[in-house]
Every structure is written in structure tokens, then in C-alpha cells.
């Protein structure tokens, strides 16, 4: 009982300190004739900010951050509805939900967190932590080479965290695949 309490605490903690990150490096304002302009204070080699519509197509993709980035998006020629702007970093993607209706555009002050998998490798173990705060059904597949399933587990925890051990498995290239509710992770293990 302890532990689960050790665990949702630090959870909390992290989902937390995440809102607050995201609060602060993720400005967005709507100027005049439908721009939208974002600014990020303190992004990181590897982040990634996207606009997408509610289909997940990428409407616009900006993979070169610098630390002080600004950028005007035109909303002009873009269809009235629900767009979604993320800024992705190795951790975490920060989603702001955008509408635009006629020549008004709104932003919804609120980051949505959706948090990656992370994943470390020491010798022939696996090691997988995923932080779930709406509890969604998660499962995890193992694929070899030829795409067969070697291992699978289904899980709704707010903390999943598991161990996989290919000591007894022939050495090889193996895909670890996370889905949890409409999002999917990869991660490519060498197994030598």
C-alpha cells in the first residue's frame, strides 16, 4: 500500500512539474487577420512543433528549434474547425487545442500532456516506465524480425513499469510497440 501511495505521489509530482514546464515554453496568442503566433523560450535540440487537424494530418512541421523560437502561422486559407498545435520533446507532447470559426480564432489556455514511453536498454533487458494519468488501456507488444509477436501485456495503471528479458531469445532486432488509447510508440532494440 505504501509503494502504490510512493507511486501515485511521484506521479502526481511529475504531472505536475510537466503542467508548469509546458505553461511557461509554450506561448500562444492569435494577433490580427488570423495569425497565430507561437513562442517557445527554451526549446531543446530534437523538440518538434506540429499543427494538425483533427484527422492527425500535419499541417505544418518545424523540426529546427532554436532556444528563443518565434513563429507566425496564417490561419487565412485554413477551413473553419478544431486544430491541435504540439510541441513535442523526447519526453512528452504538449498539445494547445485551436478553433477557428469564420475569421475568429480561439486558443484553449490549457496544455494537454500526453507522455511517451521511455525506454532503457542495459545488456539484454529492457527496461519500460510509461506514465498514464487518464489511465487508458495500454499494451505493449514485442515483435521479432518478421514481425511475430514474442511477448504482450495489457495494462491501465497510472505507473506502468516492466523489465523484459531476452536473455532466452536469439540475438537479433526486436521492436517494442506501446499503444495506449489512439497513440503508438516504437522503440528498436538490438539484441547482441
Known amino acids: 500500500m505504501k509503494k502504490t501511495i510512493k507511486t501515485f505521489v511521484l506521479s502526481l509530482l511529475l504531472v505536475v512539474g510537466y503542467n508548469a514546464q509546458a505553461a511557461k515554453s509554450f506561448d500562444v496568442e492569435v494577433a490580427k487577420n488570423q495569425i497565430l503566433m507561437v513562442e517557445l523560450n527554451d526549446a531543446q535540440e530534437g523538440d518538434m ?69 521511455t525506454f532503457k536498454q542495459v545488456e539484454k533487458q529492457v527496461r519500460l516506465s510509461f506514465t498514464n494519468p487518464n489511465k487508458e488501456n495500454t499494451q505493449v507488444f514485442i515483435y521479432d524480425e518478421k514481425g511475430n509477436i514474442i511477448s504482450s501485456l495489457e495494462n491501465n495503471d497510472l505507473v506502468l513499469k516492466k523489465t523484459f528479458d531476452f536473455s532466452k531469445i536469439a540475438n537479433g532486432n526486436y521492436t517494442v510497440a506501446v499503444l495506449a488509447g489512439s497513440r503508438s510508440f516504437y522503440k528498436n532494440v538490438t539484441i547482441k
Request: overall charge neutral; hydrophobic content about 30%.
Open 49 to 117: 512543433l506540429t499543427l494538425l487537424d483533427t484527422e492527425g494530418k500535419v499541417l505544418f512541421k518545424e523540426a529546427q528549434l532554436s532556444s528563443k523560437f518565434q513563429k507566425s502561422l496564417s490561419f487565412e486559407l485554413v477551413p473553419d474547425g478544431t486544430y491541435y498545435l504540439h510541441l513535442e520533446d523526447s519526453n512528452s507532447v504538449y498539445s494547445r487545442e485551436i478553433t477557428k470559426t469564420g475569421s475568429s480564432i480561439s486558443v484553449n489556455k490549457d496544455s494537454r500532456i500526453i507522455f511517451k514511453p
